[in-house]
């Protein structure tokens, strides 16, 4: 399984981004799409997942903020974020999970600064 992410870039606080990442390779219908991000010295945090059925949770922080969604037929995942701010800067990951196995992206850098 690859993905590729895509979407981050430079924003001003209370800004709004939108990641998108692809899936691609042997695929199976049950699996989670997510997004975890990570700050320098930090461990890997959960931002939100979704899985098949559309069924999605979100880190705290993202409640009400961030959105995920997916196209199931192109395999892809997105998530769209508002209201952002510096504490929100950091490389944000897009990962896949089926049947045990997990997978990661490049990795996507988000700036908030203004």
């Known amino acids: 399984v690859q993905l590729q992410a895509s979407g981050g870039g430079l924003v001003q606080p209370g800004g709004s981004l939108r990641l998108s990442c692809a899936a691609s390779g042997r695929l199976f219908g049950a699996n989670v799409m997510g997004w975890y991000r990570q700050t320098l010295g930090n461990q890997r945090e959960l931002v939100a997942r979704?899985?098949?059925?559309?069924?999605?949770d979100y880190a705290p922080f993202a409640k009400g903020r961030f959105t995920i969604s997916r196209d199931r037929v192109k395999n892809m995942v997105f998530l769209q974020m508002n209201s952002l701010t510096p504490d929100d800067t950091a490389v944000y990951y897009c990962n896949f999970q089926q049947r045990g196995n997990g997978y990661w992206g490049q990795g996507t850098l988000v700036t908030v600064s203004s």
């Open positions: 979704i899985i098949s059925n559309g069924a999605a």
